[in-house]
């Protein structure tokens, strides 16, 4: 068997508020309300994916009693890195480690990529391909999007909410708790597999002179409002068809806590209700820390367990993306046993709740299109 | 109903019907999110007669940027 031993994280200490956002973008502050974002972690000049990535491992690493000569294999799971292809980012965090005999693979799916990365570091460890696994998330969202300050579009107001920092999990065979099960949903719609993605830099459209100038070389939403009112309906879709799969496959007949991180907290929401799954404990950091891609999962997790929420036995990771979803059951007989720490969160800021299950950030203005975030 | 005159005046009714008010920018006034730009979409392609899926994700930024593409589908893309 194999589970999660630790969690560690690194954050920068720069927070953009949303007013200053707002400014910065030219947008109302109510831009944001729908999202509840309060504030987004910003990078400073030397904070890379590696880097990044280097100082959550170190911190996971730490949580663990483990040292950096006891690691096998890192998966790196984040979705922007310090070049372009063909580098690799797993190599880049083990340098800027100084491990010397660490193998190394990323492993990419937007999002989805941190459950990938699980799943497959739990059957490494548990065909003792490796014994102890670190998935390392490490992300920096700011030079995919547009700087253009004061053109305002639709795009600008969501790709304000992605941030930066890192988070790894380690993985070994002598956890508390095991990967228990894994369920995975693709979209059956795969022409949409090219939203939110640069027009130009890749095969069919090179980057040029013209490219960049026009700007082909940052994310683009590229989407009709069919297909985003068709993706919303597949990811709650996906949710539907996976998490009875992972209930069944991990012989549980219900979940503790859930770490699921929306945009938009009431459509997932609603289908957590649905699938009788809502009363599990939740904690939400895209509101105070930004989208930090799928470091967001273990941050939910390592901040939980950190402040002593309650996460039960039955532990879930679901994902949500354009082409594909995913969700991760993690089971414990007693206590789940993680160890979390790291840099760069104040904690406080996610006071375990006593009553409540669920523990959002109170919405920073009042909500002029209907109930809370 | 082709002029792009006559398009906006008509897309501030139904904004405001819609919202309270109407303003140009939509997403960056805060007035619109996506959650609610898909419900608009489908109101404008019933209220202009559009075939489905006649709206960018883009177009639901500005008052502007709707009337443009909805005179384009109504045959007359040089409105503006």
């Known amino acids: 068997m194999a589970g999660i031993r630790s969690i560690g994280w690194w954050l920068p200490d720069e927070r953009r508020s949303v007013a200053q956002l707002a400014m910065r973008m030219q947008v109302a502050p109510e831009a944001f309300a729908k999202i509840g974002l309060l504030s987004v972690a910003v990078p400073g000049d030397g904070d890379h994916p590696s880097t990044m990535g280097a100082r959550a491992t170190h911190a996971a690493l730490n949580a663990a009693g483990l040292d950096i000569d006891d690691l096998d294999l890192l998966i790196f799971a984040g979705v922007t890195k310090d070049w372009p292809a063909p580098w690799v980012a797993a190599f880049g965090v083990l340098h800027e480690l100084g491990a010397t005999r660490a193998n190394g693979i990323d492993v990419s799916n937007r999002c989805a990529g941190i459950v990938d990365a699980l799943w497959l570091a739990k059957v490494l460890v548990e065909s003792r391909t490796h014994r102890v696994v670190a998935v390392c998330c490490a992300d920096r969202f700011d030079h995919v999007f547009s700087p253009c300050v004061g053109q305002a579009s639709f795009e600008r107001v969501t790709d304000a909410v992605y941030a930066a920092g890192a988070a790894t999990a380690i993985v070994t065979a002598d956890a508390a708790n095991r990967i228990a099960a894994f369920s995975s949903h693709t979209n059956p719609d795969l022409s949409i597999h090219h939203c939110m993605t640069p027009i130009a830099g890749g095969s069919r459209r090179p980057l040029d002179e013209a490219a960049v100038r026009d700007g082909l070389h940052f994310w683009h939403a590229q989407m009709s409002m069919r297909d985003v009112d068709y993706i919303a309906k597949y990811s709650a879709d996906a949710d539907r068809y996976n998490y009875p799969r992972l209930f069944h496959r991990a012989g549980i007949d219900g979940v503790d806590f859930v770490a699921c991180s929306p945009l938009y907290v009431e459509p997932q929401m609603a289908v957590l209700e649905e699938l009788r799954v809502a009363d599990a404990v939740q904690l939400f950091t895209i509101p105070r820390l930004g989208h930090i891609g799928p470091a967001d999962l273990l941050l939910i997790l390592g901040i939980g367990v950190a402040n002593g929420f309650n996460v039960g036995r039955r532990i879930v990771f679901s994902t949500r993306t354009p082409p594909y979803s995913n969700a991760l059951a993690i089971v414990s007989e007693s206590q789940h046993g993680i160890a979390a720490a790291g840099e760069g969160i104040d904690l406080s800021l996610w006071p375990a709740p006593r009553a409540a299950h669920v523990n959002r950030p109170e919405a920073p203005f009042e909500q002029p299109l209907g109930g809370p975030p | ?80």
Do not use: C, W
């Not at chain 2, 819609?18 to 006034?29: F, W």
């Not at chain 2, 019933?46 to 994700?57: A, T």
């Open chain 2, 1 to 80: 109903m082709n002029t792009a005159a006559d398009i906006r005046s008509r897309l501030l009714v139904i904004v405001s019907e819609q919202y309270g008010r109407a303003e140009e920018e939509l997403i960056a006034s805060g007035l619109v999110d996506s959650l609610h730009a898909i419900a608009l979409a489908l109101k404008l392609e019933r209220e202009f007669d559009l075939p489905p899926n006649s709206f960018l994700l883009t177009d639901m930024r500005s008052i502007t940027a709707l009337t443009l593409r909805i005179a384009a589908a109504r045959g007359n893309p040089g409105a503006s």
